[in-house]
């Protein structure tokens, strides 16, 4: 069965990446000065018909979680350079 909707949308980058059974999309979240990148922002669009299945794989998570620690606060915005 195929599938309708489930678009993977960058917004603020001005991309969108319909799903394709087995295939992957990677990319890196921080800039190499270890600050976030906000055009990787995304949200998934409504699927319409079929499945979509979605895994998440941190890769340097502890790494990152010394440089990038969550906030305490969940309603503060992350700060841009």
Request: hydrophobic share 45%; glycine share 8%.
């Amino acid at each position: 069965m195929s599938i309708t909707g489930g678009r993977l949308v960058f917004p603020w980058a001005g991309l969108s990446v319909k799903p394709v059974e087995g295939a992957a999309v990677v990319w890196w979240n921080l800039l190499a000065s270890h600050e976030h990148d906000f055009l990787t922002r995304h949200a998934s669009c409504p699927i319409l018909r079929g499945h979509k299945w979605i895994v998440t794989k941190w890769v340097g998570y502890n790494a990152q979680w010394n440089i990038q620690p969550c906030p305490l606060d969940p309603s503060r915005k992350i700060t841009l350079g």
